[in-house]
Structures are given as C-alpha cells and as structure tokens.
C-alpha cells in the first residue's frame, strides 16, 4: 500500500469517520474514537443503551418516507393510479438503500423490510398486470361482439339487401 493512502474507518460508537492511526478496538475488535472509549468507560456499569454502537442500536425505521409511500401503494384502491404508488414507492426505497450505504452500521432490519417491501411491490405488479391484460381481453371480446351485431347490416348493403 502507498504510504501516502489514508484508511478511514467509521466509528461503531458516533458513527463518525475515524483514520486508521487514530482508531482504537472496541471490547469486540471494531473501530472507536479514543474519546468515545473513553466516554463508555467512564458510564457507570449497566448504562450501556443511551449510546450504544451504532451496528447494535435498535432500528426505527418508520418514519421513512419510502414505508409511507410502500404503504400508500398497498392500500391503492384506484387501478389507474396503482402503477404510479408502485414506481413512487420502488424510487424511495431506491434512493433509500443508496442513502444507507453511506450511513454507518449494519441497518439489518431495515434492509429485511425493505427486501419484503420489493417482492410485496412485485406482487402488487403481477397483479396489476393480470389485471390490465383482462381489461385488454374484455375490450376485445366486447368489440367482436358489437361488430358480429352489425355484421349482418353490413353484410347486406354491401349485397343491396338493405
């Protein structure tokens, strides 16, 4: 490696970037400010939920604009308006897994829900595509049948029955 390369890693702690040659390892091997040790060490024993690493703290993930708009998408009665909540909701979960790559920790959860959000998305999809194609086939059948009742007036001015 280039002398001149920098590493930076994120601390589990504060989440925030800390080089190579400052970090120091956590009770389980991973990256933390020196200050950060040091403010966990000096907690008094059993407290440690008010800050704990980032890659452990419980997710809340629900006031994320794409669940709302997943949600508004499942709850869509209107069939025009289905596939515009579909790509609304797929857009924001898409900007959002953008958005947790660059968000320290492991976001496990989230990631799960938002896994189950897309296939629910693809369903929703599949329905509507079911759903298009017979619309589709009914236009079709209703079609033949008005042109099969005017089939027979047709068919006789063209031979000068009518």
């Known amino acids: 490696m280039n002398s001149s390369t920098s590493v930076t890693l994120c601390c589990v702690w504060c989440g925030k970037p800390v080089s190579i040659k400052d970090a120091k ?3 389980n091997g991973k990256p933390v400010h020196s200050e950060c040790e040091v403010q966990k060490l000096a907690r008094p024993a059993g407290n440690d939920t008010a800050t704990a690493p980032l890659d452990t703290a419980v997710e809340d993930y629900s006031d994320e604009s794409w669940v709302t708009l997943y949600q508004t998408a ?10 515009g909540r579909i790509l609304e909701a797929r857009t924001e979960i898409l900007a959002r897994v953008e958005k947790l ?7 496990v959860e989230e990631q799960r829900a938002i896994a189950d959000a897309l296939a629910a998305l693809r369903i929703l999809e599949i329905e509507e595509a079911t759903e298009n194609r017979e619309q589709q086939k009914q236009a079709v059948e209703k ?20």
């Open 101 to 107: 790559l660059h968000i320290p920790g492991l976001h």
């Open 25 to 27: 390892a956590d009770g």
């Open 143 to 162: 079609a033949a049948k008005s042109l099969q009742a005017i089939q027979s007036s047709i068919q006789a001015r063209l031979t000068g029955d009518g």
């Open 74 to 83: 499942l709850i869509e009665l209107e069939h025009a308006k289905l596939s």
